[in-house]
């Protein structure tokens, strides 16, 4: 089985490289973030033509998270309830051949200790809040997306550079944890623990060829699932080529 995740910063406009991706990489999985897509426009047909199920969670402006899968989509849910503030349409979960999985994007935070920053926090407890309330930790459960959180000083091309920043702040970083501390595991670092392996390049000043970069795009498994874990990829050369997404795909291949 085979589950990927991918900011895709418009479906509208990488459609093409989608349908591309998917005809290569062959994912059974593949969550989306930014997909700007209200549900009504959402390609679906497109993507049936491949093989893939779909559902999305978009107003059309910004953010817009969704699921293609070949396995089925089941018990699928819009964010985080009718009562919580999900600050856009930043969540969608869905099980897929038997494994419950969401599709996130966290808000980015902007500055630190600004209103915005003060929200990705509280988003992330809210996130932490849902999962318990969701699941259990026993259960084959995949947190995927952009999380905008690099989760150590080797998930970022240079620390020093970065520092006071979003997305590398210890509270940040603690909120990630108390996910992992409440079952889950980063798959890919499970795999490959050296530094230097980014998913997401900023297109200014030619970032992806200099080489710096974050990891920001994680899959978060359950111990059920992350026992199963053989193999993981950020496929570089999605990012690639002619107008691409500032995000590479990263997927994970789990043992039937």
Not at 9 to 38: F, H, I
Not at 98 to 119: L, T
Not at 171 to 198: I, K
Request: with cysteine; charged share 25%; glycine share 8%.
């Amino acid at each position: 089985m085979r589950i990927a995740t991918w900011n895709v910063n418009s479906l509208t406009a990488r459609l093409p490289r989608v349908e591309e991706w998917l005809g290569y990489a062959q994912p059974d999985v593949l969550c989306m973030q930014e997909t700007k897509v209200a549900d009504g426009a959402f390609p679906a047909m497109a993507l049936s033509a491949l093989g893939y199920e779909t559902v999305n969670h978009g107003d059309g402006r910004w953010n817009g998270v969704a699921i293609a899968s070949r396995l089925g989509v089941t018990d699928v849910q819009h964010g985080f309830g009718p009562d919580v503030d999900e600050q856009g349409c930043r969540l969608v979960a869905a099980t897929c051949g038997g494994v419950r999985v969401h599709s996130i994007y966290v808000p980015n935070g902007r500055a630190v200790d600004s209103e915005f920053y003060k929200a990705k926090l509280a988003w992330l407890d809210e996130l932490r809040r849902f999962v318990d309330l969701t699941c259990a930790p026993s259960d084959p459960v995949v947190i995927a997306g952009d999380f905008n959180v690099a989760p150590e000083d080797k998930d970022v091309w240079d620390p020093a550079e970065v520092s006071g920043a979003t997305h590398v702040t210890e509270p940040e970083r603690s909120a990630l944890r108390a996910l992992e501390d409440w079952g889950l595991v980063d798959s890919f670092r499970s795999l490959y623990d050296q530094d230097g392996l980014y998913s997401w390049w900023d297109y200014r000043a030619g970032n992806f060829h200099k080489h710096k970069g974050m990891r920001i795009d994680l899959l978060l498994l359950s111990e059920p699932l992350a026992r199963r874990c053989r193999y993981a990829l950020i496929d570089r050369n999605a990012r690639k080529g002619r107008q691409p997404s500032d995000h590479a795909p990263v997927f994970v291949d789990l043992d039937d």
